[in-house]
């Protein structure tokens, strides 16, 4: 009986995998290593994180985590096993305030210290709005250069994950992008999600790094193992096209992918960038391929009204307004909260891309 009942469960998780991926809006598909990186080993985009960290601690005697729940491990199990490895005076739970994590880590930075901040959901990092935008943006600036606190990053999970409803589906990419002095990161893969944050601990600029949740576990591919960095404010041309420019960031990238072969299959050639790095974003690299296209389309989960697509738009229209075939489209989440069983009709899927292409090749 025990044996039946021990096999229905194991049915019964197969079955909830199998549904959860049909679910999911997109089809993950892996980066190859770079040669140059030696090793690989097989890590989800959660253990690509912690080892960035691990290897943060290990080579930097300053560096410091802490942030709410981050000393069992995270919520998300992003830091698990660091404490034991590197004492509890440098992997450390926090009172559960945002803006006591970040101001401590504004402080954190500017006496020495590499800090790594953790806010648990990005829905929560409003909270710290002041202490980011007002003081860590802003501190190397108000001071002449006499001091700053470029050694702080803000590690936060973000976006849609299938069942997180308005107050844990946000990315608040867009509220940051306005506050000159902050990096803002976003990235796709667990190659990336190692590398920028690795980027970014080391960046002489305090910076925003954002966590799409759903690849925590969904994401899965071979992780160069030693110590190595990716480019900040460098776009990326992941697929070159001739026909429209397709652009987007984070878990988007994966569904514009998937837009490309289904295009394709029309007969339309499209070139898939990722922007990577939101602020300072690579205008160069996007406006050097719409230049070519003619035509782009603009993705991202975030709300339309107010959105970063809204920025790379208006920067095509001024620089590539002569080689513009039709009108630059975005297909982003609606100007309503996160819904909860709505969630399929709010996002970006593949089929509102998909015809959004086909819009500006049909103008």
């Given amino acids: 009986m025990s044996l039946l009942r021990q096999s229905r469960n194991i049915l019964s998780n197969l079955k909830a995998k199998s549904l959860a991926k049909r679910l999911m809006h997109f089809k993950f598909e892996p980066d190859n290593p770079s040669t140059n990186l030696g090793p690989t080993e097989n890590m989800n985009y959660l253990k690509a994180l912690t080892n960035a960290m691990d290897i943060s601690l290990e080579n930097d005697p300053t560096a410091i985590i802490f942030g709410e729940d981050v000393a069992f491990g995270g919520v998300f199990r992003c830091t698990v096993g660091l404490r034991e490895k590197y004492g509890s005076d440098r992997v450390f739970n926090t009172p559960l305030c945002e803006q006591g994590i970040v101001g401590f880590g504004i402080g954190a930075a500017v006496a020495g210290s590499t800090a790594i901040a953790e806010i648990q959901f990005a829905d929560y990092i409003l909270p710290a709005f002041d202490q980011i935008v007002n003081e860590a943006a802003k ?14 990053t803000i590690r936060t999970p973000c976006g849609a994950v299938g069942h997180g409803a308005l107050y844990h589906s946000q990315t608040p990419e ?3 992008a306005h506050s000159t002095g902050l990096k803002v990161v ?13 980027a970014c601990i080391r960046d002489d600029n305090p910076c925003i790094f954002l966590e799409p949740k759903i690849l925590y576990r969904a994401a899965e591919e071979e992780v160069p193992v030693g110590d190595y960095t990716l480019p900040l404010s460098q776009a990326e041309v992941l697929r070159e096209g001739s026909d429209v420019t397709l652009i987007g960031y984070g878990t988007q990238i994966h569904v514009l ?4 072969e289904l295009a394709a299959k029309d007969g339309i050639s499209c070139e898939v960038i990722d922007l990577v790095t939101i602020l300072p974003w690579d205008a160069d690299t996007v406006c050097t391929s719409v230049s070519k ?21 208006a920067t095509i229209q001024k620089e ?17 909260p996160f819904p909860h069983v709505l969630e399929p009709f709010f996002m970006p899927d593949k089929w509102r891309c998909l015809q959004a292409v086909k819009n500006v090749v049909n103008y």
């Fill in 139 to 152: 501190y190397r600036y108000r001071s002449g250069g006499l001091f700053e606190c470029g050694k702080l």
């Fill in 186 to 198: 976003i990235p796709r893969s667990p190659i990336q999600a190692k590398g920028l944050l690795l």
């Fill in 174 to 176: 867009a509220y940051f």
């Fill in 320 to 336: 590539c307004f002569l080689n513009l075939e039709a009108p630059v489209e975005r297909v982003c989440g609606y100007d309503t």
């Fill in 293 to 313: 296209t003619g035509r782009c389309v603009i993705t991202h989960e975030s709300p339309v009204t107010g959105g970063f697509a809204g920025e790379v738009a």
């Fill in 257 to 260: 992918k998937e837009v490309a």
